[in-house]
């Protein structure tokens, strides 16, 4: 289960929102998950103050400040108490608002971290979420080589000596870039997106057979290395036997997909025999894919010409 502490949060953040911790450094490893069981998708874990459905971590802007101000000590004290008896992970004053002195004694005694920012607090928001939805994705590992070709995020998979790296190795050099080789960290950034990286060991490097690792970046440049791409099309290598292609339906009617991490994700089988050029029927694919994105569908218009001719025929 993916998970970050309160220290993590504010280090990465620090510089950009601003932020400064007032009290409560007791609670820096208190934890933020993503705990998909519960349910909890990560737009919830923050969030203004809120007493009936509390936030992992509480937001106050002028609203919320301004309405702990107005409230009297009698009234205020079993309502902090309350407020702190959640499981709050945090609590971000925003809008440069003056911190109530009740608040940061009650995040002193229940180790809660408490920081300011002089930020507006849906800013602060809207960067948290991002943050806490690339930071607590589910997560997974394929094993394969992921590119960018054409800006579009192409996974090759196969069995073992296939041949993914040179092919990978000629995309490369016809100006496509490399993301990752051998392992890909896989993430499910939103219910509909998965965002593919490399494992910071294995970047910018691709094994060849007969020629060993590569440093991509230094032989081929900056722009031949991607730091991560979204996994848009997988495309499977396989030895074209008879076995292989006897399933294959060659008109396409019905496009396969592979699901990953619950997210269909389109798949294409590429046959591997002497003579055929794979760099050139990837790129093929790929711009076919796209062509299919903007509603051109090349073998409907080729059966909707055929049944054309047949009605002329009759």
């Not at 990465?12 to 998950?33: F, I, P, V, Y």
């Amino acid at each position: 289960m993916p998970q970050i502490t309160v220290r993590q949060l504010f280090i990465d953040n620090a510089e950009k929102l601003r932020l400064t911790w007032l009290a409560g450094q007791s609670g820096a490893n208190n934890l933020l998950s993503n705990d998909a069981s519960e349910q909890k998708p990560s737009l919830s874990l923050v969030g203004h103050l809120n007493f009936v459905h509390p936030n992992r971590i509480q937001v106050l802007g002028t609203a919320e400040v301004a309405y702990i101000n107005e409230l009297s000590p009698e009234m205020l004290a079993p309502l902090l108490d309350q407020l702190f008896a959640k499981e709050m992970a945090a609590m971000i004053v925003a809008n440069n608002q003056q911190v109530p002195e009740p608040l940061r004694e009650g995040a002193e005694r229940h180790h809660v971290p408490l920081l300011t920012s002089p930020e507006q607090s849906p800013y602060l928001m809207e960067v948290l979420r991002y943050y806490l939805s690339k930071s607590l994705a589910v997560s997974t590992h394929l094993h394969g080589v992921f590119l960018d070709v054409l800006e579009v995020g192409v996974l090759l998979t196969g069995e073992s000596s296939m041949g993914k790296s040179e092919l990978a190795l000629e995309l490369v050099s016809r100006g496509h870039g490399l993301v990752a080789d051998d392992v890909v960290e896989v993430y499910r950034t939103n219910p509909e997106t998965l965002e593919g990286r490399c494992p910071p060991m294995l970047r910018d490097f691709l094994e060849v057979r007969g020629i060993g690792v590569l440093n991509i970046r230094s032989i081929f440049g900056e722009t031949a290395v991607r730091p991560k791409k979204n996994l848009k099309l997988i495309i499977h290598l396989a030895k074209a036997s008879g076995e292989t292609l006897s399933p294959v339906d060659r008109l396409q009617m019905q496009a396969a997909t592979q699901e990953i991490l619950g997210v269909a994700v389109r798949k294409l089988v590429i046959p591997v025999a002497a003579g055929r050029n794979l760099a050139v029927l990837v790129e093929a694919a790929v711009r076919n894919y796209i062509l299919q994105l903007r509603g051109i569908d090349s073998t409907r218009e080729f059966i909707e010409r055929h049944q054309k001719f047949m009605e002329i025929g009759e």
